[in-house]
T-cell receptor
């Protein structure tokens, strides 16, 4: 089975722009979560989707948004980029979306904001 | 809110030796899951081992085992016969087992960078 894939792998943007990141979960997985990883703050939860519904959202400003499509693929969008948004954005998928699931991570998208 | 603390930012071990990484957590819940994830340099994060809080038996996966002390809220990872490929950042993570939208997330510690010396 193919793993979690994320595109693009690297992005360079300037302040004020917006960006869209994509995540394709493992085939058959219905839950997708997003995390931001920075050296200072570590791994922080952004949001989680299951069957196209956002079930949980982390403590991030409204500039961070996401969605999930009927095929379970997910996108996250960051508008009005700030320097502090530079980070590795990780996507994780799990099968049934229950709390017993294990999350499997993708390789991440490295976003640099200049 | 739950918190996860990894008190060792960096650790090193000689190849073939044993090393233990520490993790403590704070929660008022009685049922939850604990995980150790490994993130090699510039590579994907992968699951090392998982522990269900209701299980008294410590989880084991080949050379990796945990020491789960529920009362002490401690969850350490022991790596036996360390190999060069074990060099990575190791993250301890917590997830609630209570149903509810706010629980569908992992809470991570800051990580421990493990160096394996030949």
């Amino acid at each position: 089975k193919a793993g979690v894939t994320q595109t693009p792998r690297y992005l360079i943007k300037t302040r004020g722009q917006q960006v869209t990141l994509s995540c394709s979960p493992i085939s058959g997985h219905r839950s997708v979560s997003w995390y931001q990883q920075t050296p200072g703050q570590g791994l922080q939860f952004l949001f989680e989707y299951f069957s196209e519904t956002q079930r949980n959202k982390g403590n991030f400003p409204g500039r961070f948004s996401g969605r999930q499509f009927s095929n379970s693929r997910s996108e996250m969008n960051v508008s009005t980029l700030e320097l502090g948004d530079s980070a590795l954005y990780l996507c994780a998928s799990s099968g049934t979306g229950t709390l017993t699931d294990t999350q499997y991570f993708g390789p991440g998208t490295r976003l640099t904001v200049l | 809110a739950q918190t996860v603390t990894q008190s060792q930012p960096e650790m090193s071990v000689q190849e073939a030796e044993t090393v233990t990484l520490s993790c403590t957590y704070d929660t008022s819940e009685s049922d939850y899951y604990l995980f150790w994830y490994k993130q090699p340099p510039s590579r994907q994060m992968i699951l090392v081992i998982r522990q269900e809080a209701y299980k008294q038996q410590n989880a084991t996966e080949n050379r990796f085992s945990v020491n789960f002390q529920k009362a002490a809220k401690s969850f350490s990872l022991k790596i036996s016969d360390s190999q060069l490929g074990d060099a990575a950042m190791y993250f301890c993570a917590y997830r609630s087992a209570l149903s509810g939208g706010s629980n569908y997330k992992l809470t991570f510690g800051k990580g421990t960078l493990l160096t394996v010396n030949p």
